[in-house]
């Protein structure tokens, strides 16, 4: 191949999103998985007569099985449940390894802002910005959502209740790439979430993108439906004891405010909503 071919796929990585080597060389696998079984695991024992026709053959299985996906989500359930604190979620978080997104980022991304506001915001999976600091929105998208809250008197570090947010994301791994996270990763991050809402009890949530909205308000409309009215959440997984129903409202992610500044103004009426909800609950 020429240099030619050589840029052209390089291009073509970079606009797919994948824009940081893990590695210097490629990695098989295949391979490793499969080296891996035979250091650790499926020994045979065979009899001394291999010829008896009572031939039998012993399987010892792996000393580290990998989970399935049933028992890893019976696993992340049962840790979220437990945690107490948000201390205790966030070390929950960080020692869970269901989700393979930990491998591969460099940084927790857990929450940032006051943890006591009124008022929780729910992202969809930390950037590379992110991924660098261990915060949420801390790259070009969260200076945007910042500029956003400002205009309705509401700062993150802001230490009154009333006049702060509480910041958290679905995913707190960066996926590689900025990828979207798949449907297992989303399934596996919703009890660690839907704990971190009850620990934290807002009065109000915020869904910012259609990730987060469509997976913790356990639907498929589009984010488009899903804006300009109130949602009751309610968590999918987890015991909530009664617990009242948090009014909810979807809003676009800022990322795509970039990408689509013609709708800046659906998120300014949602604001307007937001700031209007706040005063009807005397907020």
Not at 53 to 62: A, F, G, P, Q
Not at 78 to 88: F, G, H, I, M
Not at 185 to 192: G, K, V
Request: overall charge neutral.
């Amino acid at each position: 191949m020429n240099q030619a071919v050589y840029k052209a796929a390089l291009q073509f990585y970079v606009d797919s999103g994948v824009e940081e080597a893990l590695m210097d060389e490629p990695v098989n696998r295949i391979v490793d998985m499969a080296e891996k079984i035979a250091e650790q695991g499926t020994e045979k024992l065979i009899p001394e007569n291999p010829e008896s026709s009572n031939l039998k053959v012993e399987t010892r299985s792996l000393s580290t099985p990998l989970l399935g996906k049933a028992e890893a989500l019976k696993q992340a359930i049962n840790a979220a449940q437990s945690a107490q604190t948000l201390d205790e979620l966030r070390e929950a978080v960080a020692n869970f390894d269901g989700i393979s997104l930990k491998k591969t980022a460099s940084n927790l991304v857990f929450a940032d802002g006051n943890s006591v506001a009124h008022i929780m915001l729910i992202g969809e999976a930390p950037g590379a910005d992110e991924d660098r600091q261990g915060l949420p929105f801390v790259g070009v998208s969260g200076q945007l959502l910042d500029k956003i809250l400002k205009c309705i008197d509401i700062d993150r570090k802001d230490s009154d209740p009333a006049k702060s947010i509480y910041i958290s994301n679905m995913i707190n791994w960066r996926p590689p790439g900025n990828r979207n996270p798949n449907a297992t990763e989303i399934e596996l991050s919703l009890p660690f979430i839907e704990r971190h809402i009850q620990l934290a009890q807002p009065k109000l949530l915020i869904f910012c993108g259609g990730i987060a909205a469509k997976s913790l308000l356990n639907t498929t409309d589009s984010i488009s439906k899903l804006r300009k009215k109130w949602h009751n959440y309610i968590p999918q997984n987890l015991s909530h004891n009664s617990q009242s129903p948090i009014p909810a409202l979807a809003t676009y992610h800022p990322a795509y405010l970039l990408r689509t500044p013609l709708q800046k103004k659906a998120v300014w009426a949602d604001m307007l909503t937001l700031q209007s909800k706040c005063r009807e609950m005397n907020l």
